[in-house]
């Protein structure tokens, strides 16, 4: 599976209100499934990583960027 589409399925999946940002709930939800016992001691520090605008939510380009990061 390319990239953008794996992003854009998380997207989807995690967007739960479906307001076309990931929020901290939504967010701390995703990191938890990707990262598992670890997620949720990372999640806050990684969330202020990769809000690169510091609007307080995830877009699909700030969690693109994020996945391309934290894959490597």
Not at 5 to 20: A, M, N, S, Y
């Amino acid at each position: 599976m390319e990239i953008n589409q794996w992003v854009d399925e998380l997207f989807e999946v995690f967007d739960v209100d479906k307001d076309g940002v990931i929020n901290r709930r939504e967010f701390v939800e995703l990191i938890d499934c990707l990262l598992q016992d670890k997620g949720i001691r990372m999640c806050e520090t990684i969330f202020h990583r990769f809000d690169s605008n510091h609007d307080n939510s995830i877009s699909k380009a700030e969690l693109k960027e994020m996945v391309i990061e934290l894959a490597l």
